[in-house]
């Protein structure tokens, strides 16, 4: 996608994230449902997950991410010409969470708009934010992976509600030299398996009736063993096309962020591409699958950790409902 051709490229300037602090456990869902500890950790990998308070929507987890990578960018609300959310949980449906946080943050000078690429997002936001850099429509972009899954759980389906958290992953993007940032991406999508992970209910398809709410419409809905089988292939397939694109190899990488849905996806994707688990992030166990915010906040973790340095080659690979895969090649 970039290349030594293009004038300019699209780094990370800052990365911040937030995760409420409300913890909710395996345990206390053995307390409600025919689960259990062992079931869900041996399953997935999460032992625990945060959940938003009530008074927290998805523009609020976003607000605190973003001030933290504003901070880390050395940069104020003022810099920045484009905000972009990428959240399958918005505050509502229009106006868009990106507008709201606009507001609330006072970037005078921003345009703003959601997009909806489910646990994907993240990457896909990011691409589009590199290449509205790249032609030099923007100089600085606030790209957030947010999500408050919590509120479209059903916590009355021990296969579903179990898995997901909520959380918030902002970067602000910066236009640099070229061949330094965004070294390249990979997205793609296939509508065929929709119904393999999605919310039937509360759209123009679905309106939400009395009827709907109490066949439970509202909450999503999931087949995973179906989602599981093409997980990882499609993870490995994008990671390899990106590489290939930029012509490196895994040996070149210094360290990858995959998606966190399942620890037995996250293991698979890792020995197909043979990157040792300490060239990786888990954190799954702590904060369970965050979608769009999954990649961003784990990038923050490993920031944070000191397991990634400027000038590291960082290999992003996500997949969702859509369904939706890509990868993201970066040089920190
Ligand atoms: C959901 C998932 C963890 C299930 O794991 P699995 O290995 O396929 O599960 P199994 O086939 O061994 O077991 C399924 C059984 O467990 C049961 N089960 C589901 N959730 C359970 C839970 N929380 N506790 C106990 N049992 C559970 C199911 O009802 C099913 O029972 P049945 O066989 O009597 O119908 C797994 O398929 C998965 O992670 N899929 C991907 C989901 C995902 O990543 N979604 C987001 C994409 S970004």
Redesign the pocket.
């Known amino acids: 996608m970039t290349g030594p051709q293009q004038l300019r490229g699209a780094r990370f300037a800052g990365i911040g994230y937030y995760v409420p602090d409300v913890v909710l456990t395996n345990a206390d869902f053995e307390k409600t449902?025919?689960?259990?500890d062992e079931?869900?950790v041996s399953?997935?990998g999460i032992r625990e997950r945060r959940i938003a308070r009530p008074d927290q929507a998805t523009s609020d987890l976003a607000i605190e991410a973003t001030n933290r990578a504003l901070a880390d960018a050395g940069l104020t609300p003022k810099d920045i010409d484009i905000i972009l959310v990428a959240t399958a949980t918005p505050d509502m449906p229009f106006p868009s969470t990106a507008c709201l946080i606009q507001h609330r943050i006072g970037a005078t000078q921003a345009a703003a708009f959601d997009i909806t690429a489910?646990?994907s997002g993240f990457i896909y936001g990011v691409t589009i934010a590199q290449s509205l850099i790249v032609s030099g429509k923007a100089r600085r972009i606030l790209v957030l992976g947010v999500e408050t899954l919590s509120r479209i759980m059903d916590y009355e389906d021990?296969?579903t509600c179990?898995?997901f958290g909520d959380g918030a992953g902002a970067v602000v993007m910066e236009a640099c030299e070229p061949g330094d940032g965004v070294l390249g991406s990979y997205l793609r999508s296939d509508g065929s398996f929709a119904e393999l992970?999605y919310l039937p209910g509360g759209g123009s398809r679905r309106p939400l009736t009395e009827e709907r709410l109490r066949n439970r419409e509202q909450y999503v809905k999931?087949k995973?063993?179906g989602?599981?089988k093409y997980?990882v292939k499609a993870m490995v397939g994008a990671a390899m096309e990106v590489l290939r694109e930029a012509g490196l190899t895994t040996a070149d990488i210094d360290f990858v962020v995959p998606?966190q849905?399942?620890i037995r996806?996250i293991d698979g994707v890792l020995s197909r591409l043979h990157v040792p688990p300490e060239k990786s992030i888990i954190n799954i166990d702590r904060i369970g699958?965050t979608?769009s915010a999954s990649i961003p906040i784990a990038l923050g973790e490993a920031k944070e950790k000191g397991l990634i340095k400027r000038g590291d080659r960082i290999l992003m690979v996500a997949?969702?409902?859509g369904l939706t895969w890509g990868a993201l090649l970066l040089k920190y």
């Open positions: 449902l025919d689960t259990t079931w869900i399953r997935t489910a646990c021990r296969a179990v898995l992970l999931m995973g063993d989602l599981f997980a998606h849905a399942n996806i699958n979608s997949f969702g409902g």
